[in-house]
C-alpha cells in the first residue's frame, strides 16, 4: 500500500505519469467518470481549508466515489482526546483512501504508520504540501509545456509556506532548474530546505528582499501569504504581512511569458487589479488541482482507465 506523505515519496517518473493521466482526464472526463464507483474517500481536516478539502472531494466526486469526513478537529473526536493513530484505525473501517490535514508536523505519517488504507498528507503545520506541488507542477508544464530549464522565483512566506517547501523539493529534481527565493531576513527558508535540498542537489539559488530587480529574470513567480497562523507574535505578523504586494505597476517589471502562480488563499499579497492581467494563472491552477488529485487517488487505489 502506497502513501503520499513527502512530494519524494514520487518518483520523477510517477509524477510525470500523473500529470500525463490528469492531462487526459481535462480532456475525456467522461472516461473516468465510473471509476472509483463503490469506493469512499475520507477527508480528516484538523486545520481550516477550502481548496485542498472541496478539490479532494470534488475529484472523488468526479470519479464516482462518495466522500465522508469532518473539516475541523472540534466535530471529531480528537476533541474528546482521541489519537491520530486510533482515528486511523476508525477510519480505516469505513473508507478506502484518505486526506489528512493537521497542524502538527509529521501527524499524517504517524497516521500512515496505523493506517489500513493509503494515507494522503494534505498538509502538516508549517511541513509539507504535497498534493499542492502536483498541482502547481501541473500548472507549471500546462503553461510552460515543461518542468525543466526554468527560473522559479518564490516569494512571502518562505519560512512557514509548506507549499513552497514541498515545491523546492519536488522541482529540484528537473534538470536546469534555478530559484530566486524573495522573502525578508526573518522568513526566509529553513535551513534543511537550504542545505538538505538546494546545496545538497548544487541547484542554483539566491536570496534577497527586493522584488522588483528579479522580476525580469522569472518564468513562474510563486507567490505566497504570510501564515498568520504560524506566527507566535501577532506584531510580528502585522509588521511583515503586507511586505509584498504584486500589483499592476510591478507587474510591468515582469516578462510577457512570466506566469503568476499562488497556491491561495490570498490575503493582500497580489492586488485583485492583477486578476484579469492574462499572466494571473492562479485560478487556473486551482482547477488543475482537482484533474491531479483525480489521477493520484487513481493511482493510490491501483485502478486505471483501460
Ligand atoms: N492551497 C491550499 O492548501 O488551500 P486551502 O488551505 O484552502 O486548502
Given at each position: 500500500?502506497?502513501?503520499?506523505?513527502?512530494?519524494?515519496?514520487?518518483?520523477?517518473?510517477?509524477?510525470?505519469?500523473?500529470?500525463?493521466?490528469?492531462?487526459?482526464?481535462?480532456?475525456?472526463?467522461?472516461?473516468?467518470?465510473?471509476?472509483?464507483?463503490?469506493?469512499?474517500?475520507?477527508?480528516?481536516?484538523?486545520?481550516?481549508?477550502t481548496?485542498?478539502?472541496?478539490?479532494?472531494?470534488?475529484?472523488?466526486?468526479?470519479?464516482?466515489?462518495?466522500?465522508?469526513?469532518?473539516?475541523?478537529?472540534?466535530?471529531?473526536?480528537?476533541?474528546?482526546?482521541?489519537?491520530?493513530?486510533?482515528?486511523?484505525?476508525?477510519v480505516?473501517?469505513?473508507?478506502?483512501?484518505?486526506?489528512?490535514?493537521?497542524?502538527?508536523?509529521?501527524?499524517?505519517?504517524?497516521?500512515?504508520?496505523?493506517?489500513g488504507?493509503?494515507?494522503?498528507?494534505?498538509?502538516?503545520?508549517?511541513?509539507?504540501?504535497?498534493?499542492?506541488?502536483?498541482?502547481?507542477l501541473?500548472?507549471?508544464?500546462?503553461?510552460?509545456?515543461?518542468?525543466?530549464?526554468?527560473?522559479?522565483?518564490?516569494?512571502?512566506?518562505?519560512?512557514?509556506?509548506?507549499?513552497?517547501?514541498?515545491?523546492?523539493?519536488?522541482?529540484?529534481?528537473y534538470?536546469?532548474?534555478?530559484?530566486?527565493?524573495?522573502?525578508?531576513?526573518?522568513?526566509?527558508?529553513?535551513?534543511?530546505?537550504?542545505?538538505?535540498?538546494?546545496?545538497?542537489?548544487?541547484?542554483?539559488?539566491?536570496?534577497?528582499?527586493?522584488?522588483?530587480?528579479v522580476?525580469?529574470?522569472?518564468?513562474?513567480?510563486?507567490?505566497?501569504?504570510?501564515?498568520?497562523?504560524?506566527?507566535?507574535?501577532?506584531?510580528?505578523?502585522?509588521?511583515?504581512?503586507?511586505?509584498?504586494?504584486?500589483?499592476?505597476?510591478?507587474?510591468?517589471?515582469?516578462?510577457?511569458?512570466?506566469?503568476?502562480?499562488?497556491?491561495?488563499?490570498?490575503?493582500?499579497?497580489?492586488?485583485?487589479?492583477?486578476?484579469?492581467?492574462p499572466?494571473?494563472?492562479?485560478?487556473?491552477?486551482?482547477?488543475?488541482?482537482?484533474?491531479?488529485?483525480?489521477?493520484?487517488?487513481?493511482?493510490?487505489?491501483?485502478?486505471?482507465?483501460?
Amino acid at each position: 500500500m502506497k502513501h503520499l506523505i513527502d512530494p519524494l515519496d514520487l518518483s520523477v517518473g510517477e509524477i510525470d505519469e500523473l500529470i500525463a493521466v490528469a492531462q487526459d482526464i481535462e480532456q475525456n472526463p467522461e472516461k473516468y467518470a465510473h471509476l472509483c464507483e463503490g469506493k469512499k474517500l475520507a477527508t480528516l481536516f484538523y486545520e481550516p481549508s477550502t481548496r485542498t478539502r472541496l478539490s479532494f472531494e470534488a475529484a472523488m466526486m468526479n470519479l464516482g466515489g462518495k466522500v465522508l469526513g469532518f473539516a475541523s478537529a472540534d466535530t471529531s473526536s480528537a476533541a474528546k482526546g482521541e489519537s491520530i493513530a486510533d482515528t486511523i484505525r476508525v477510519v480505516s473501517c469505513f473508507a478506502d483512501i484518505c486526506a489528512m490535514r493537521h497542524p502538527k508536523e509529521g501527524a499524517p505519517q504517524v497516521a500512515a504508520q496505523f493506517s489500513g488504507i493509503p494515507v494522503i498528507n494534505a498538509g502538516d503545520g508549517g511541513h509539507q504540501h504535497p498534493t499542492q506541488t502536483l498541482t502547481d507542477l501541473l500548472t507549471i508544464r500546462m503553461l510552460k509545456g515543461r518542468l525543466d530549464h526554468l527560473t522559479v522565483g518564490l516569494c512571502g512566506d518562505l519560512k512557514f509556506g509548506r507549499t513552497v517547501h514541498s515545491q523546492i523539493k519536488a522541482l529540484s529534481r528537473y534538470q536546469g532548474m534555478r530559484f530566486v527565493l524573495i522573502s525578508p531576513e526573518e522568513l526566509r527558508i529553513p535551513s534543511y530546505i537550504r542545505e538538505e535540498v538546494l546545496h545538497a542537489r548544487g541547484i542554483p539559488f539566491q536570496e534577497v528582499e527586493r522584488m522588483e530587480p528579479v522580476l525580469p529574470k522569472l518564468d513562474i513567480l510563486y507567490m505566497t501569504r504570510v501564515q498568520r497562523e504560524r506566527f507566535f507574535n501577532e506584531e510580528d505578523y502585522i509588521r511583515l504581512k503586507d511586505t509584498y504586494i504584486l500589483d499592476k505597476h510591478k507587474m510591468q517589471y515582469a516578462r510577457p511569458d512570466t506566469y503568476i502562480l499562488h497556491p491561495l488563499p490570498r490575503v493582500n499579497e497580489i492586488s485583485t487589479e492583477v486578476d484579469s492581467d492574462p499572466r494571473a494563472a492562479y485560478f487556473r491552477q486551482v482547477q488543475y488541482g482537482v484533474y491531479i488529485r483525480m489521477a493520484l487517488i487513481l493511482k493510490l487505489l491501483n485502478i486505471h482507465a483501460e
